[in-house]
C-alpha cells in the first residue's frame, strides 16, 4: 500500500466474469433461469408454448408484489416475515366487508383500502421495532402471529367463493389472449399490469429518491448512516409500511386471481419470498440488492415450482431444487464477498 | 500554509469567533468524560486536540459534531447559542452548521459508491433532513468529482461508482475530507486521520490539510503525533482526566513540554520491570507466514520474559496476535512450546496448549457482558468443575471466580455482579483472570489497557510483572509504547508484515521506536529477531 493504487489489476476472462458477478449479482440468477429453461425445454419441448409462459407470468404477480416489499426491507437492513399473515387478514377482511355491506364498492377504491390496511400494519410493526430497539426478525414472527391467530379467531375461516363483481372482474380481465394452434386459449392477466407499477415505483423510490439511498445507507451501517444525519426512524416506518402496503395489495391480487378468500392462504409462503429475494442478490445482511434481480429472483422460483412437472420431477422435490439452487447461489455470493 | 500570528487575538474580538465550546460537562452513568471544557475555535486556523487515550478528546468532538449531547454546557456558533439546551446540535444542525467530522472509522457507507459518500449528505442537509426528495444523480455527480479533484483522487465515472469497501485505507481517508469538502465545511474535525498511514500518505493529508486552511477552513485535527503537529504550525489544546489543561501556540512550544502537559508528569516514566528472572527458551517461532498480512515472522520467548510487539495497524501486529492465539491460524511456519511443535489452528487448540489470549476488543471479542464475573472467568475450565454426575458444581465455580477476583482486586459486590456493572478497568482484569484459570504456559495480552484508567491501568501492570516472576511467557502487543516500554524486555517493531527491528525496552527511547514503525529512519532491517 505504497501507492493509492485504485486501478483494478489485470484478470483473465473468467477473473473479469466474477468480478462482474460480484458487481451484478443479478447474473447469475439470469443464468440459473436459463440454464433451467433450456434444460426443461430440451426434455420436453411443449414447455416452450404461450400458455406456460402465461401461467409462470400470472403465478410471478403476488411473488413478485411481496418480494417488492421484502427487497425494500432487506436493503435497510431489517426483516420481514408478517407480510403474509397482513396479506392474508387485509384480503379476508376486504374480501367479507365488500360482500356483505358494499357488494358495489369498484376496484380503485378496494385497492386503496387494501393498501392502506396493510400500510398501518407495516407502520405498527416500524413503530414496534423502533421503540423496543429489538430484532426486526422476533418483532415481525410476533405481529405475524398475532395477526394471523386474531383473523382466524375473530374474523371467521369460511371460504368466500363469491368474490364481489369487481374484484372477480379484475380477476377475470386479461391484456392479450392468443389462441394456439391446438386451439387452446391463454390468456395475459391484467394483474401483471400491478406488478409492473409496484416494481416501477418501488424502483424510483430505491434508485431517484434520497429515501432510497437513505435506505441503502442504514442497511450498510445504521450507525453511521445516522451519525451522517440519515433519520433511521422515518427509514424504519417507511421500509415496514411499504412492505405492509405491497402486502395488502398483494391480497387482493392473490383473491381475485384465485377468484377465492381463504384466511388459511399464503401463510408459510415469507421464507420463499425472502430467498427468491436473496436469489436476486440482495445480501440477508442488508445494504444491497436491486429491484431486476428480485424479479429475476422471483422469476426463478416461480419456473422451479411451476415447471419441474414438465420434465416429470415430482412436485414433492421441487423444494429441493430451489433449495439446492440457494445454497450455489449463497455460496457464490459470500465466496465473492470474501475475495 | 496558514501562519500563526500572535497579534491577530485583536483583530478576533471585532468579530465573533465561529465555535465557541462553553463549560461543557458530559458524564456517563457514574463517570465524568468531561469536566467543565471551554475552548474557542477562530475561522481559518488549525488546532491540534491532543491528550492521551481516554482524556476526552472522542467525547468532545462527538459533542461538537453534535453526534451525542453534552450533559451541561452551550456551544456558540458565530456567537450564538444553537441547540435547544446544552451544546445539543444534533447531526443535521452540526452539519448545517458547517461542521465536518472525519471519525477515525471514516463514517464511509461501505455499500455506498463513492460519489454518494461524497455528496450525499450535501443533498441530505439541503433537504433539511427530510428524505421524500428527489436524488438528483447528475448534481451529485458533479459535486463529487471537483471535491475529488481537490483531494487529487480520480474523478471518472468508474471511480465515483466504485463502492467504498473496495478502496485501500489511504483512499477512503481522503474520500472522506472530500465528503467534507463537498458540504462547504467550515470546519472539518479530524480523528486521529494518519493512525494507520504511510509516510508518503501522512504528507499527501497534509497537504490536503495546508489547502483546507488556505481555504479559511477551520482545522480540529485530533492528534498525538507531535511530528505532525509541528509541521502543520497552528494552535494546541491539550486534554487531560477530561478538563482541559494548556492551550500553546505549536510554533513556540516545544515538543516536550506538550508531552509533558499530555501525560501530566515528567517523561521518565517509571519501569515495573524491575528484576526479571528470565529463564530457558519456552517458544520459538521460526518463518511463520500469513500471505497478505504477515511473513518470515522469527522470535523467541524465555520463561518468566515479557516481549512486547508493536506497529502501525496495517504491520501485521493484530494478525500475529490471532495467529498466537489460534483464532486465525499462520499459513506456514513452525512454532515450538518447550520443545514441542505445535499447530494451533483453532482458539480451542491454543487453550489446549496452554496459551491464553487476552483479545484487544473486550467488549466484542472478550467478555459475555451480560453474563456474570463467575460465568465469565470459569468459561475456559468448564470441565474441570464437574461433579460426581457431571454436571458444573456451582460451588467450585463460585470458589474459582472468588480466587480470581481476590487474586486481581477486581473490585465488584460479588461474582454474581453482571460484568458490564463493572468500570473498564476491572472488566479488564475479569478478562485477565479467565485466562489465568486454565495457567496458561504463555500469556499474550493485546492492547491490555485500551480505555482503562490510570489507576486500573497500575494494578493491571503490577498482575503482568507478577506473572512473569512467576514464570510465564508473556507477550504484550499493544501500539501503546509507554505500555511497553514500562513492562517489557525487549520490544519487537513490525512493518509492513516483518519484524524490523528489536529493541532493549530498558534503554530505548519512545521515539526511536516510533521513528522505526512509522519507517523515518534508517534502520538496519534485521528481520530476524535477536535474542538478547
Redesign the interface.
Known amino acids: 500500500?505504497?501507492?493509492?493504487?485504485?486501478a483494478p489489476e489485470a484478470r483473465g476472462p473468467a477473473g473479469r466474469i466474477w468480478d462482474l458477478m460480484g458487481q451484478r449479482p443479478e447474473l447469475f440468477t439470469l443464468a440459473l433461469i436459463v440454464v433451467t429453461a433450456i434444460a426443461v425445454a430440451i426434455a420436453n419441448p411443449e414447455f416452450v408454448a404461450m400458455n406456460n409462459l402465461f401461467d409462470i407470468l400470472r403465478a410471478s404477480v403476488v411473488r413478485g408484489i411481496f418480494a417488492m416489499g421484502v427487497l425494500v426491507v432487506l436493503a435497510a437492513g431489517g426483516i420481514d416475515v408478517s407480510f403474509t399473515a397482513i396479506a392474508a387478514f387485509v384480503m379476508y377482511v376486504l374480501t367479507m366487508l365488500v360482500h356483505n355491506v358494499l357488494p358495489g364498492m369498484p376496484l380503485w377504491i378496494i385497492m386503496p383500502l387494501a393498501a392502506a390496511g396493510g400500510a398501518a400494519f407495516g407502520v405498527l410493526n416500524g413503530l414496534l421495532i423502533h421503540a423496543l430497539r429489538a430484532p426486526s426478525l422476533i418483532v415481525t414472527i410476533g405481529t405475524q402471529y398475532i395477526i394471523r391467530s386474531f383473523l382466524l379467531t375473530f374474523v371467521g375461516t369460511a371460504l368466500f367463493m363469491n368474490l364481489p363483481a369487481s374484484m372477480e372482474a379484475f380477476g377475470k380481465a386479461s391484456l392479450f389472449s392468443w389462441q394456439g394452434t391446438n386451439g387452446v386459449v391463454s390468456a395475459l392477466p391484467a394483474t401483471v399490469l400491478v406488478l409492473v407499477v409496484v416494481a416501477l415505483a418501488t424502483w424510483f423510490i430505491l434508485?431517484?429518491?434520497?429515501?432510497?439511498?437513505?435506505i441503502?445507507?442504514s442497511?450498510?451501517?445504521p450507525g453511521?448512516?445516522?451519525?451522517?444525519?440519515?433519520?433511521l426512524f422515518?427509514?424504519r416506518l417507511?421500509v415496514f409500511g411499504w412492505a405492509g402496503l405491497l402486502a395488502g395489495i398483494a391480497g387482493i391480487v392473490h383473491v381475485a386471481s384465485n377468484r377465492l378468500a381463504n384466511p388459511f392462504d399464503l401463510a408459510g409462503m415469507e421464507l420463499e419470498i425472502i430467498a427468491a429475494v436473496v436469489l436476486g442478490g440482495a445480501r440477508i445482511t442488508g445494504?444491497?440488492g436491486t429491484v431486476l434481480g428480485t424479479l429475476l429472483g422471483v422469476l426463478l422460483i416461480t419456473l422451479v415450482s411451476n415447471v419441474l412437472v414438465f420434465v416429470g420431477i415430482p412436485s414433492t422435490l421441487q423444494r429441493a431444487i430451489v433449495g439446492i439452487f440457494i445454497l450455489i447461489a449463497g455460496t457464490i455470493f459470500a465466496l465473492r464477498q470474501r475475495a | 500554509m496558514m501562519q500563526f500570528q500572535p497579534d491577530a487575538a485583536g483583530t478576533w474580538s471585532m468579530s465573533a469567533p465561529f465555535l465557541e465550546v462553553r463549560n461543557v460537562r458530559k458524564s456517563f452513568g457514574g463517570v465524568q468524560a468531561l469536566k467543565d471544557v471551554s475552548l474557542t475555535l477562530q475561522a481559518g486556523q488549525i488546532y491540534h486536540l491532543m491528550g492521551e487515550n481516554g482524556c476526552g478528546k472522542s467525547t468532545l468532538i462527538k459533542i461538537i459534531s453534535g453526534a451525542q449531547p453534552a450533559t451541561s454546557g452551550q456551544i456558540l456558533i458565530d456567537g450564538a447559542p444553537t441547540g435547544p439546551l446544552a451544546g445539543d446540535l444534533g447531526a443535521i444542525g452540526a452539519l448545517e452548521a458547517g461542521i465536518e467530522t472525519v471519525y477515525q472509522d471514516l463514517s464511509l457507507l461501505p455499500n455506498l459508491s463513492v460519489a454518494e459518500n461524497v455528496a450525499l449528505t450535501g443533498q441530505l442537509v439541503e433537504a433539511g433532513g427530510k428524505l421524500a426528495r428527489p436524488l438528483r444523480r447528475a448534481a451529485l455527480h458533479d459535486t463529487a468529482a471537483r471535491a475529488l479533484a481537490q483531494v487529487h483522487l480520480p474523478t471518472s465515472r468508474a471511480f465515483l461508482g466504485r463502492r467504498t469497501d473496495t478502496l485501500p485505507l489511504a483512499t477512503r481517508q481522503l474520500v472522506a475530507i472530500a465528503r467534507a469538502i463537498a458540504a462547504e465545511a467550515r470546519l472539518v474535525i479530524m480523528d486521529e486521520p494518519t493512525t494507520s498511514l504511510t509516510r508518503q500518505e501522512v504528507e499527501n493529508l497534509l497537504a490536503v490539510v495546508r489547502r483546507l486552511l488556505d481555504q479559511g477552513v477551520t482545522v480540529l485535527f485530533v492528534t498525538h503525533k507531535l511530528d505532525e503537529v509541528k509541521s502543520l504550525g497552528g494552535h494546541a489544546i491539550i486534554m487531560r482526566d477530561g478538563q482541559k489543561v494548556a492551550e500553546r501556540e505549536v510554533a513556540t512550544t516545544p515538543k516536550s513540554e506538550i508531552s509533558q502537559l499530555m501525560t501530566g508528569r515528567e517523561i521518565s516514566e517509571a519501569r515495573y520491570r524491575t528484576e526479571p528472572k528470565i529463564g530457558d527458551v519456552m517458544l520459538d517461532i521460526q518463518n511463520l507466514t500469513q500471505p497478505a498480512s504477515f511473513h518470515d515472522l522469527s522470535l523467541t520467548l524465555r520463561k518468566g520474559e515479557i516481549l512486547g510487539v508493536t506497529g502501525l495497524l496495517d504491520s501485521g501486529r493484530n494478525e500475529l496476535a490471532l495467529a498466537l492465539s489460534g483464532v486465525v491460524p499462520a499459513h506456514s511456519g513452525t512454532m515450538q512450546l518447550e520443545g514441542r511443535i505445535i499447530d494451533l489452528k483453532s482458539p480451542a487448540d491454543a487453550i489446549r496448549e496452554g496459551i491464553g489470549y487476552v483479545p484487544e476488543d473486550r467488549l466484542t471479542e472478550g467478555l459475555f457482558l451480560e453474563k456474570t464475573i463467575q460465568d465469565n472467568v470459569t468459561l475456559p475450565v468448564l470441565d474441570r468443575l464437574r461433579n460426581a454426575f457431571g454436571m458444573i458444581s456451582g460451588r467450585r465455580a463460585r470458589a474459582l471466580a472468588r480466587e480470581q477476583i481476590a487474586d486481581l482486586q477486581v473490585v465488584a459486590p460479588n461474582v454474581q455482579a453482571p460484568v458490564q456493572s463493572l468500570s473498564g478497568g476491572n472488566q479488564q482484569r475479569v478478562l485477565i483472570g479467565r485466562w489465568l484459570t486454565i495457567n496458561p504456559r504463555l500469556l499474550i495480552l493485546h492492547g491490555p489497557t485500551v480505555g482503562v484508567d490510570v489507576g486500573s491501568k497500575d494494578t493491571i501492570f503490577r498482575i503482568i510483572q507478577r506473572l512473569a516472576d512467576e514464570g510465564m511467557g508473556v507477550i504484550i502487543i499493544s501500539d501503546d509504547l509507554p505500555e511497553l516500554l514500562q513492562n517489557c524486555d525487549r520490544i519487537l517493531v513490525m512493518r509492513q508484515g516483518a519484524i524490523i527491528a528489536t529493541h532493549d525496552a530498558a534503554t530505548v527511547s519512545e521515539d526511536e521506536i516510533y521513528q522505526t514503525m512509522a519507517g523515518g529512519a534508517a534502520v538496519p532491517a534485521t528481520g530476524k529477531d535477536a535474542t538478547p
Do not use: D, V
Open positions: 500500500m505504497t501507492e493509492t493504487t485504485i434508485e431517484r429518491t434520497l429515501l432510497g439511498r437513505a441503502f445507507a442497511g450498510g451501517n453511521i448512516a445516522e451519525r451522517l444525519g440519515f433519520n422515518q427509514i417507511f445494504g444491497s
